[in-house]
């Protein structure tokens, strides 16, 4: 005779086996379409690497030029830019996967907010990319020169420490573009309000200037062209927030945190 405690637990085991399975299809299809990304593109890997290193090499003196200090790096940097570049492109298929994974367990009104969510961000992630490329690099690399000039040193870099400083930037300017979706989805989910957003604005900004002064170079310009969109895009996350919640949303949760207040003082 069966036992009904191990019939009740066999459905259990097999659904979670059930989800291990699926998460490793969805991990293969998305690692898969990094991989295929990659290699229609490593053809190109050295002009991909030459368009990368484009803002120094227009800001180096003249006869200027990299250097490679590791036998291997001429090789393994070009790659790794590559492949960079492949998890860009290929990212869409790689939060899709992740979307169809979780999809079944959330509700409609979150399947509903996940989407544009989701999209926004990778949108304003490329947008932090390139305004590191287009307005932060050439700043940064101008002012370097201007400051060795006066020294007499040779402006020089090798390659794969140029490439960390290039990752670094990119990924410091593209979580600083996704702060008005961070406020949203904090104000959407009730855990602030608009009010209290407000509120902490000059601790906002005082943030700002400290995580640029540790991200980017020692020098004012640099940490004021981090800082600075930092505290513009704190500033459009509470109008976007304002928009999305609602006024309705927005009261009840000034009602609620007062009510809340009222309770602590008593």
Known sequence: MSDPQQIKD??????????????????IRAGASVIVVFIGLVYW????????????????????????TDVTGSFFVPMK????????????IVLYQIWAFIAPGLYQHEKKLVVPLVGSSYFLFLCGMAFAYFVVFPT????????????????????????SFVLTMFL????????PIIVVILARMGFVTIKKLRQIRPYVIVG????????T?????????????????YEVG?????????????????????????RDGD
Do not use: C, W
């Open 208 to 215: 700002a200037f400290v995580v640029s002064a540790v991200v």
């Open 217 to 233: 170079p020692p020098d004012v310009f640099s940490q004021l062209i981090l800082a600075v969109p930092l505290i513009i895009l």
């Open 45 to 68: 890997a050295p002009d991909i690497f030459r368009l990368l290193a484009r803002p120094l090499m227009q800001n180096l003196p003249k006869d200027g030029k990299m250097i490679v």
């Open 238 to 262: 509470i109008i976007a927030a304002r928009i999305i919640v609602g006024k309705d949303k927005i009261k009840e949760q000034e009602t609620e945190a007062a009510e809340d207040a009222k």
């Open 140 to 163: 940064i690399f101008r002012v370097m020169a201007h400051y060795n000039a006066p020294l007499g040193a040779e402006m020089t870099t090798d390659i794969d420490n140029y490439l």
């Open 172 to 179: 410091a300017f593209g979580v600083t573009f996704e702060v």
């Open 10 to 27: 066999e459905p259990v085991e097999e659904t979670f086996i059930s989800h291990l399975v699926e998460l490793r299809d969805r991990i």
């Open 81 to 92: 830019v590559t492949m960079m570049v492949a998890l860009v492109i290929a990212l869409p």
